[in-house]
């Protein structure tokens, strides 16, 4: 390693070049830089503060990538906000600290092979720094410290959402997991119907449809009709042709 800056209030601009990443206009022969704050708390990141290091990496499509690296702990202080109201009680709280610690850590798995192992999005679990931390959700998380779901001996696929339209889905059936598990078939479950998500719907001309599928590498030329082609036992589509 180099190190190539160093100061208080230290301010990075970073930028993508062919050569690599860019200090403003200046190349710096490199494919990535490690952006090391003296503070935990001391990094900012778009305008958003974030605990830990950041690591920023140049992609093969000409775009920067940044790399959180976390502790495990301190990174649910950053998802129980976003993905819970941090004013429920203090043991749902902790029961969702140990649902997204055990998401982490299997997601992790699942990504041994990438430059991550969880995006910050819904694809993983919604992270947003220390943003919007709460002394509540950091009392939680330190309080179930290392607890995970464990099932037939193995780490849990604990996967968890919002709003299930009245239904949960298999995981089979929605490509989650390849094999059956138990505790993860669809059942009925009517706790989710104040939800703003429980009935919605979204409006797509065939042009468009047309237009996504081509971007994606089908060879797609004008889309004349769609129609289901079969449904899961919860009534969703299983396919579209």
Not at 21 to 26: F, H, I, K, P
Not at 76 to 98: C, K, R, T
Not at 103 to 123: G, I, N, P
Request: hydrophobic residues 35%; contains cysteine; proline residues 5%.
């Amino acid at each position: 390693e180099i190190l190539l800056k160093k100061g208080e209030d230290l301010e990075v601009v970073l930028k993508p070049g062919p050569e690599g990443v860019r200090w403003g206009e200046e190349p710096l022969n490199r494919y990535g830089v490690r952006v090391v704050p003296k503070k935990d708390t001391g990094l900012f990141l778009d305008g958003k503060p974030f605990r830990g290091i950041v690591d920023i990496l140049r992609q093969k499509n000409m775009t920067l990538l940044a790399v959180n690296h976390i502790d495990l702990e301190k990174y649910l202080y950053g998802v129980l906000p976003y993905e819970i109201p941090h004013d429920w009680s203090g043991e749902m709280l902790q029961v969702q600290a140990i649902l997204a610690r055990t998401f982490a850590l299997y997601k992790k798995m699942e990504h041994r092979k990438e430059d991550y192992d969880l995006v910050a999005t819904v694809l993983s679990q919604h992270y947003g720094g220390r943003e919007k931390e709460r002394r509540r959700v950091r009392r939680a998380v330190r309080r179930t410290e290392g607890k995970v779901l464990i099932y037939q001996g193995t780490l849990f696929p604990a996967f968890y959402h919002s709003t299930c339209g009245g239904h949960t889905e298999d995981a089979v059936s929605a490509t989650l997991l390849k094999e059956k598990l138990s505790p993860l078939q669809g059942v009925r479950c009517p706790y989710c119907t104040d939800s703003p998500f429980y009935r919605w719907e979204r409006a797509f001309s065939l042009e468009d449809i047309a237009f996504r599928l081509r971007r994606k590498g089908f060879p797609i030329k004008t889309i004349m009709d769609l129609q289901v082609h079969g449904r899961t036992f919860s009534g969703r589509a299983k396919g579209i042709v």
